[in-house]
Nanobody, 122 residues
Framework: QVQLVESGGGLVQAGGSLRLSCTAS????????MGWYRQAPGKQRELVAA???????NYADSVKGRFTISRDNARNTVYLQMNSLRPEDTAVYYC????????????????WGKGTLLTVSS
């Protein structure tokens, strides 16, 4: 029903910036919340940032003031602007989208991209 494709990962020096993008495609779907998660080696997957259809956003404390999430509803795309990158930001970043059920918005499907790797060197 929904496919998510991330782009923008790569290798960057500490203190640098990078922008991730994720575009949803498919048919007959209505996405509410979109977000970015990450998983570093030896650690559990964690929420980085999430944004509602109306633009309300929340962030993990570790990225507040450095990362900015935004979305373009017309293009079904979510972005993550990452500034002042640190080595501890190194992780695989996953795009997430939630599609509510037509009959009950509390029940729906959670979709994930395949992930894009960010490596921040010292």
């Amino acid at each position: 029903q929904v496919q998510l494709v991330e782009s923008g990962g790569g290798l960057v020096q500490a203190g640098g910036s990078l922008r991730l993008s994720c575009t949803a495609s498919g048919s007959d779907f209505s996405i509410t919340t979109m977000g970015w998660y990450r998983q570093a080696p030896g650690k559990q997957r964690e929420l980085v940032a999430a944004i509602s259809q109306g633009g309300s956003a929340n962030y993990a404390d570790s990225v507040k003031g450095r990362f900015t999430i935004s979305r373009d509803n017309a293009r079904n795309t979510v972005y993550l602007q990452m500034n002042s990158l640190r080595p501890e930001d190194t992780a695989v970043y996953y795009c997430n989208a939630y599609v509510p059920s037509d009959f009950d918005p509390r029940v729906g499907m959670d979709y994930w991209g395949k992930g894009t790797l960010l490596t921040v060197s010292s």
